[in-house]
Protein backbone atom coordinates (compact mmCIF):
# COMPACT_ATOMS: atom_id res chain seq x y z
CA UNK A 1 0.00 0.00 0.00
CA UNK A 2 1.21 3.67 -0.40
CA UNK A 3 2.70 5.19 2.37
CA UNK A 4 2.16 8.91 3.93
CA UNK A 5 3.36 10.82 6.82
CA UNK A 6 1.53 10.49 10.09
CA UNK A 7 3.82 13.21 12.12
CA UNK A 8 7.39 11.88 11.92
CA UNK A 9 5.75 8.33 10.92
CA UNK A 10 5.59 6.72 7.25
CA UNK A 11 2.54 4.83 7.87
CA UNK A 12 0.15 2.73 5.27
CA UNK A 13 -2.25 5.75 3.51
CA UNK A 14 -5.39 3.71 4.95
CA UNK A 15 -5.56 3.22 8.32
CA UNK A 16 -7.33 0.97 10.89
CA UNK A 17 -9.98 2.66 13.51
CA UNK A 18 -10.48 0.71 16.39
CA UNK A 19 -13.60 1.56 17.98
CA UNK A 20 -15.97 -0.68 16.20
CA UNK A 21 -14.39 -4.18 17.35
CA UNK A 22 -15.87 -3.13 20.88
CA UNK A 23 -18.13 0.02 20.90
CA UNK A 24 -20.14 2.35 19.26
CA UNK A 25 -22.06 0.62 16.31
CA UNK A 26 -24.56 -1.99 18.30
CA UNK A 27 -23.03 -5.12 20.47
CA UNK A 28 -19.64 -5.86 20.07
CA UNK A 29 -18.11 -8.74 18.36
CA UNK A 30 -16.61 -11.14 19.87
CA UNK A 31 -13.03 -11.27 20.62
CA UNK A 32 -11.87 -13.97 18.06
CA UNK A 33 -13.46 -11.95 15.25
CA UNK A 34 -11.71 -9.03 16.47
CA UNK A 35 -8.81 -10.77 16.38
CA UNK A 36 -9.60 -11.87 12.89
CA UNK A 37 -9.79 -8.28 11.89
CA UNK A 38 -6.72 -7.16 13.53
CA UNK A 39 -4.66 -9.56 12.08
CA UNK A 40 -5.86 -8.93 8.54
CA UNK A 41 -5.59 -5.35 8.84
CA UNK A 42 -1.30 -6.11 9.52
CA UNK A 43 -1.59 -8.84 6.62
CA UNK A 44 -2.77 -6.53 4.01
CA UNK A 45 0.02 -4.07 5.00
CA UNK A 46 -1.78 -1.68 7.61
CA UNK A 47 0.82 0.02 9.74
CA UNK A 48 -1.34 2.35 11.67
CA UNK A 49 -3.70 1.09 14.30
CA UNK A 50 -5.75 4.16 15.97
CA UNK A 51 -7.49 3.53 19.07
CA UNK A 52 -8.59 5.28 22.66
CA UNK A 53 -9.22 4.92 26.17
CA UNK A 54 -12.90 5.78 25.61
CA UNK A 55 -13.62 2.71 23.02
CA UNK A 56 -15.22 -0.09 25.12
CA UNK A 57 -13.68 1.99 28.16
CA UNK A 58 -10.37 0.39 28.18
CA UNK A 59 -11.60 -2.80 26.22
CA UNK A 60 -10.12 -1.48 22.59
CA UNK A 61 -6.85 -1.13 24.22
CA UNK A 62 -6.95 -4.28 25.70
CA UNK A 63 -7.52 -6.33 22.18
CA UNK A 64 -5.04 -4.10 20.43
CA UNK A 65 -2.61 -5.21 23.10
CA UNK A 66 -3.53 -8.96 23.31
CA UNK A 67 -3.44 -9.33 19.43
CA UNK A 68 -0.85 -6.90 18.00
CA UNK A 69 1.84 -6.26 20.95
CA UNK A 70 3.90 -9.57 19.43
CA UNK A 71 3.91 -7.29 16.50
CA UNK A 72 4.63 -3.86 17.70
CA UNK A 73 7.41 -3.15 15.30
CA UNK A 74 5.56 -3.92 12.47
CA UNK A 75 3.16 -0.76 12.99
CA UNK A 76 2.44 2.70 14.40
CA UNK A 77 -0.07 2.63 17.55
CA UNK A 78 -2.02 5.89 18.34
CA UNK A 79 -4.59 5.95 21.52
CA UNK A 80 -5.80 8.79 23.12
CA UNK A 81 -6.41 10.17 26.62
CA UNK A 82 -8.92 13.26 27.95
CA UNK A 83 -12.35 11.33 27.72
CA UNK A 84 -12.66 7.83 29.29
CA UNK A 85 -14.95 5.72 31.31
CA UNK A 86 -15.55 7.18 35.42
CA UNK A 87 -17.75 4.86 37.52
CA UNK A 88 -20.81 7.25 38.67
CA UNK A 89 -22.61 6.99 42.06
CA UNK A 90 -24.11 3.62 41.06
CA UNK A 91 -20.59 2.62 39.85
CA UNK A 92 -21.62 2.57 36.50
CA UNK A 93 -18.66 3.94 34.02
CA UNK A 94 -19.59 6.84 32.54
CA UNK A 95 -18.40 8.81 29.68
CA UNK A 96 -16.15 11.76 31.11
CA UNK A 97 -14.02 14.52 29.62
CA UNK A 98 -10.88 15.65 31.41
CA UNK A 99 -8.31 17.19 30.49
CA UNK A 100 -5.75 17.92 34.05
CA UNK A 101 -2.31 16.74 33.36
CA UNK A 102 -2.53 14.04 36.07
CA UNK A 103 -5.40 12.50 34.74
CA UNK A 104 -4.14 12.27 31.84
CA UNK A 105 -0.63 10.83 32.83
CA UNK A 106 -2.31 8.47 34.91
CA UNK A 107 -4.49 7.33 31.90
CA UNK A 108 -1.52 6.81 29.63
CA UNK A 109 -0.07 4.51 32.56
CA UNK A 110 -3.43 2.27 31.99
CA UNK A 111 -3.11 2.41 28.34
CA UNK A 112 0.37 1.40 28.02
CA UNK A 113 -0.45 -1.84 30.43
CA UNK A 114 -3.26 -2.54 27.99
CA UNK A 115 -1.82 -2.04 25.19
CA UNK A 116 1.21 -4.14 26.32
CA UNK A 117 4.10 -2.10 25.43
CA UNK A 118 6.50 -0.09 26.76
CA UNK A 119 5.72 3.11 24.20
CA UNK A 120 2.56 4.78 22.47
CA UNK A 121 3.93 6.60 18.82
CA UNK A 122 1.34 9.02 19.06
CA UNK A 123 -1.01 10.12 21.78
CA UNK A 124 -4.10 12.19 21.13
CA UNK A 125 -6.06 14.48 23.62
CA UNK A 126 -9.50 13.11 22.49
CA UNK A 127 -11.56 16.37 23.66
CA UNK A 128 -10.41 19.05 24.44
CA UNK A 129 -11.58 19.84 28.50
CA UNK A 130 -12.54 23.10 27.76
CA UNK A 131 -12.15 23.61 31.92
CA UNK A 132 -8.50 23.34 31.19
CA UNK A 133 -6.38 25.45 28.73
CA UNK A 134 -5.68 23.95 26.45
CA UNK A 135 -1.25 25.09 27.29
CA UNK A 136 -1.78 22.96 30.76
CA UNK A 137 -3.17 19.37 28.72
CA UNK A 138 0.01 19.47 25.95
CA UNK A 139 1.93 20.23 28.82
CA UNK A 140 1.24 17.09 29.90
CA UNK A 141 1.96 15.54 27.12
CA UNK A 142 5.13 16.96 26.36
CA UNK A 143 6.26 15.50 29.91
CA UNK A 144 5.18 12.19 28.42
CA UNK A 145 7.23 12.69 25.56
CA UNK A 146 10.57 13.77 27.28
CA UNK A 147 9.30 10.94 29.61
CA UNK A 148 9.95 8.02 26.64
CA UNK A 149 6.33 7.10 27.79
CA UNK A 150 4.89 8.49 24.17
CA UNK A 151 6.89 9.88 21.24
CA UNK A 152 4.55 12.75 19.67
CA UNK A 153 1.44 14.08 20.26
CA UNK A 154 -2.00 14.53 18.60
CA UNK A 155 -5.47 16.40 18.95
CA UNK A 156 -8.55 15.85 18.42
CA UNK A 157 -12.13 17.39 17.20
CA UNK A 158 -10.16 21.00 17.82
CA UNK A 159 -10.26 24.15 15.79
CA UNK A 160 -7.23 25.67 13.67
CA UNK A 161 -7.27 28.25 17.10
CA UNK A 162 -6.88 25.48 19.50
CA UNK A 163 -4.03 23.46 17.49
CA UNK A 164 -1.69 26.72 16.94
CA UNK A 165 -2.20 27.37 20.95
CA UNK A 166 -1.15 23.66 21.50
CA UNK A 167 1.47 23.70 19.06
CA UNK A 168 3.17 26.89 20.40
CA UNK A 169 3.83 24.44 23.28
CA UNK A 170 5.03 21.20 21.65
CA UNK A 171 4.52 20.36 18.03
CA UNK A 172 1.71 18.49 17.29
CA UNK A 173 2.16 15.38 15.15
CA UNK A 174 -1.58 14.94 13.90
CA UNK A 175 -5.23 16.35 14.27
CA UNK A 176 -8.00 13.78 14.17
CA UNK A 177 -11.46 14.77 13.26
CA UNK A 178 -14.73 13.42 11.45
CA UNK A 179 -13.90 14.15 7.29
CA UNK A 180 -15.98 12.86 4.93
CA UNK A 181 -17.74 13.99 1.55
CA UNK A 182 -20.92 14.89 4.34
CA UNK A 183 -19.02 16.45 7.10
CA UNK A 184 -16.80 19.00 5.60
CA UNK A 185 -16.16 21.39 8.80
CA UNK A 186 -12.59 20.43 8.64
CA UNK A 187 -12.59 22.60 5.34
CA UNK A 188 -12.91 26.02 7.28
CA UNK A 189 -9.82 26.17 8.75
CA UNK A 190 -7.98 23.34 10.24
CA UNK A 191 -6.99 21.44 7.18
CA UNK A 192 -5.12 24.92 5.96
CA UNK A 193 -3.73 25.24 9.71
CA UNK A 194 -2.75 21.47 9.59
CA UNK A 195 -0.71 22.23 6.01
CA UNK A 196 1.17 25.39 7.43
CA UNK A 197 2.30 23.57 10.32
CA UNK A 198 3.30 20.53 8.47
CA UNK A 199 0.54 18.19 11.37
CA UNK A 200 -0.45 15.38 9.72
CA UNK A 201 -4.65 15.21 9.68
CA UNK A 202 -6.25 12.03 10.33
CA UNK A 203 -9.81 11.33 9.04
CA UNK A 204 -12.23 9.21 10.91
CA UNK A 205 -15.47 8.37 9.81
CA UNK A 206 -14.27 8.22 6.15
CA UNK A 207 -17.70 6.46 5.10
CA UNK A 208 -20.00 8.97 6.92
CA UNK A 209 -20.50 6.02 10.00
CA UNK A 210 -21.96 3.76 7.07
CA UNK A 211 -24.28 6.36 5.02
CA UNK A 212 -21.86 5.91 2.27
CA UNK A 213 -21.52 2.15 1.95
CA UNK A 214 -25.46 1.89 0.95
CA UNK A 215 -29.14 2.27 2.04
CA UNK A 216 -29.69 1.10 5.29
CA UNK A 217 -32.56 0.49 7.56
CA UNK A 218 -32.04 3.22 10.28
CA UNK A 219 -35.04 2.11 12.65
CA UNK A 220 -33.08 -1.47 12.67
CA UNK A 221 -29.85 -0.04 14.33
CA UNK A 222 -28.81 -2.23 17.85
CA UNK A 223 -29.88 -0.63 21.12
CA UNK A 224 -26.36 0.53 21.72
CA UNK A 225 -26.01 1.93 17.87
CA UNK A 226 -24.84 5.44 18.30
CA UNK A 227 -25.99 6.58 15.68
CA UNK A 228 -29.99 6.42 16.73
CA UNK A 229 -29.22 9.68 18.60
CA UNK A 230 -27.42 11.43 15.45
CA UNK A 231 -30.08 13.67 13.79
CA UNK A 232 -28.23 12.68 10.69
CA UNK A 233 -29.70 9.37 10.65
CA UNK A 234 -33.18 10.11 12.32
CA UNK A 235 -35.91 8.50 10.14
CA UNK A 236 -37.06 11.65 8.53
CA UNK A 237 -33.32 13.04 8.32
CA UNK A 238 -32.32 10.21 6.70
CA UNK A 239 -34.50 9.96 4.19
CA UNK A 240 -34.06 13.14 2.90
CA UNK A 241 -30.82 11.96 2.92
CA UNK A 242 -30.99 9.11 1.68
CA UNK A 243 -32.28 10.89 -1.94
CA UNK A 244 -28.42 11.69 -2.39
CA UNK A 245 -27.30 7.92 -3.03
CA UNK A 246 -28.72 6.65 -6.38
CA UNK A 247 -26.47 9.15 -7.98
CA UNK A 248 -23.76 8.98 -5.68
CA UNK A 249 -23.64 4.97 -6.54
CA UNK A 250 -23.79 5.56 -10.21
CA UNK A 251 -20.60 7.17 -9.90
CA UNK A 252 -19.27 4.25 -8.26
CA UNK A 253 -20.45 1.73 -10.54
CA UNK A 254 -18.86 4.66 -13.34
CA UNK A 255 -15.89 4.49 -11.91
CA UNK A 256 -15.51 0.89 -11.15
CA UNK A 257 -15.38 0.74 -7.43
CA UNK A 258 -17.68 -0.04 -4.18
CA UNK A 259 -19.07 3.02 -2.58
CA UNK A 260 -16.88 2.86 0.66
CA UNK A 261 -13.69 2.76 -1.91
CA UNK A 262 -15.25 5.86 -3.70
CA UNK A 263 -15.51 7.94 -0.18
CA UNK A 264 -12.46 6.94 0.91
CA UNK A 265 -10.81 7.88 -2.58
CA UNK A 266 -12.12 11.07 -2.39
CA UNK A 267 -10.46 11.97 1.03
CA UNK A 268 -7.15 10.30 0.02
CA UNK A 269 -7.45 13.07 -2.67
CA UNK A 270 -8.09 15.96 -0.63
CA UNK A 271 -4.35 15.97 0.01
CA UNK A 272 -1.71 14.28 0.62
CA UNK A 273 -1.31 15.39 4.73
CA UNK A 274 -4.81 13.72 4.74
CA UNK A 275 -5.15 9.62 6.36
CA UNK A 276 -8.69 8.00 6.50
CA UNK A 277 -8.93 5.37 9.27
CA UNK A 278 -11.75 3.65 8.39
CA UNK A 279 -13.20 0.90 10.97
CA UNK A 280 -15.44 -1.90 10.23
CA UNK A 281 -15.87 -5.82 12.23
CA UNK A 282 -15.84 -7.59 8.72
CA UNK A 283 -12.95 -8.77 7.38
CA UNK A 284 -14.70 -8.67 3.67
CA UNK A 285 -15.57 -5.02 4.67
CA UNK A 286 -11.81 -4.02 5.62
CA UNK A 287 -10.26 -5.10 2.44
CA UNK A 288 -13.01 -3.63 0.61
CA UNK A 289 -11.94 -0.11 2.14
CA UNK A 290 -7.99 -0.87 1.73
CA UNK A 291 -8.78 -1.04 -2.25
CA UNK A 292 -9.53 2.58 -2.13
CA UNK A 293 -5.96 3.22 -2.42
CA UNK A 294 -6.09 2.08 -5.68
CA UNK A 295 -8.30 3.95 -6.59
CA UNK A 296 -8.06 6.83 -9.10
CA UNK A 297 -10.05 9.81 -9.60
CA UNK A 298 -10.67 12.48 -12.18
CA UNK A 299 -10.60 16.22 -12.07
CA UNK A 300 -14.57 15.07 -13.38
CA UNK A 301 -15.01 12.96 -11.23
CA UNK A 302 -14.32 14.37 -7.80
CA UNK A 303 -16.13 17.66 -9.35
CA UNK A 304 -19.32 16.21 -9.62
CA UNK A 305 -18.92 14.42 -6.16
CA UNK A 306 -18.60 17.56 -4.23
CA UNK A 307 -21.54 19.14 -6.30
CA UNK A 308 -23.41 16.04 -5.17
CA UNK A 309 -22.83 16.03 -1.31
CA UNK A 310 -21.67 18.79 1.11
CA UNK A 311 -22.77 20.70 3.33
CA UNK A 312 -25.78 22.35 1.84
CA UNK A 313 -27.18 19.06 0.88
CA UNK A 314 -27.12 17.33 3.55
CA UNK A 315 -29.59 17.38 6.35
CA UNK A 316 -29.05 17.34 10.00
CA UNK A 317 -26.50 17.95 12.32
CA UNK A 318 -23.34 15.29 12.61
CA UNK A 319 -23.40 15.24 16.82
CA UNK A 320 -26.50 15.99 18.79
CA UNK A 321 -26.63 19.75 20.91
CA UNK A 322 -24.76 17.93 23.82
CA UNK A 323 -22.13 16.37 21.91
CA UNK A 324 -21.54 19.56 19.54
CA UNK A 325 -20.88 21.74 23.25
CA UNK A 326 -18.03 18.55 23.55
CA UNK A 327 -16.03 19.32 20.93
CA UNK A 328 -13.92 22.59 19.73
CA UNK A 329 -14.43 21.71 15.65
CA UNK A 330 -15.22 25.16 13.49
CA UNK A 331 -19.06 24.68 11.85
CA UNK A 332 -20.50 25.94 8.56
Same mark, same amino acid.
Given at each position: ?44 ? #? ?66 ? %? ?16 ? #? ?12 ? %? ?70 ? #? ?8 ? %? ?10 ? %? ?20 ? $? ?23 ? $? ?8 ? $? ?35
Amino acid at each position: MQQRQLGPFSVSAIGLGCMNICHAYGAPVSEQQAERVLLAALDAG #VTHFDTAALYGFGTSETLVGKVLSKHRAKFTLASKCGMTGVPNEQGVKVRVIDGRPDTIKATCEAALR %RLQTDVIDLYYLHRWDKQ #VPIEDSVGALAELV %REGKIRSIGLSEVSAGTLRKAHAVHPIAAVQTEYSLWTRNPEIAVLQACRELGTSFVAFSPVARGFLCGPMD #VTAFDPKDIR %RAMPRFSPENYA %RNAELLPPYLAIAHEVGCSPAQ $LAIAWLLHQGEHILPIPGTTSVAHL $LDDLGAADVR $LSADVLARLDALIHTRTVHGNRYTAQANTEVDTEVF
